[in-house]
């Protein structure tokens, strides 16, 4: 029972403060939960083309990141990121990018290296995903190689 500060019994006040208690661990109850689910989401490194066809590309790798959300992972694809702040044609800021790149791959907890098939079927990759996937290899991430059309069909 709530006590008031001249010690008789206050009813009124001990509902309204246990209804507040009772908002507040509800609140933290439900942050926690939140915070538990992105802790123990995986993290993976989305890797595929960029250069050529950019709009295409970038289109691509989006509805890579929305595969992996689905598959409830967080996607970290430095490719969609480090190109709208750094300029790729000049080559200080390109090996920026790179290096910048390679401190997301050491984050996380594997790469999807996500392509087209080649005629030994065999995911094609770019110069850029080659050196991803060989520090991935360094790193001793776990490697996915996805077939684009999987992807892109909800696969």
């Given amino acids: 029972m709530y006590r008031n500060h001249e010690g008789f019994s ?3 006040a001990g ?9 507040h661990r509800q609140k933290r109850k439900e942050t926690w ?8 989401r995986r993290k993976v490194y989305i890797a595929s083309r960029y250069a050529g066809d950019i709009r295409k590309n970038v289109s691509d790798a989006r509805l890579y990141c929305r595969a992996a ?3 409830g992972c967080i ?6 990121m480090y190109p709208e702040v750094l300029d790729d044609n000049d080559p200080k800021e390109r090996e920026l990018g790179l290096l910048f790149g390679q401190a997301l791959q050491a984050m996380c907890d594997e790469a999807w290296f ?3 098939k080649g005629a030994d079927g065999k995911i094609q990759m770019s110069e850029g995903m080659k050196a991803e996937c060989h520090e991935d290899r360094r790193l001793g991430k776990k490697i ?12």
């Fill in 10 to 12: 206050d009813p009124t």
């Fill in 15 to 23: 509902a309204a403060i246990s209804s507040v208690m009772r908002e």
């Fill in 33 to 40: 939960r939140k915070e538990t689910e992105i802790k123990e």
């Fill in 69 to 71: 959300i689905r598959a």
């Fill in 75 to 80: 996607p970290v694809a430095s490719h969609l």
């Fill in 114 to 116: 996500i392509g087209t």
């Fill in 144 to 155: 996915c190689f996805i077939d684009r059309e999987a992807v892109l069909n909800g696969k």
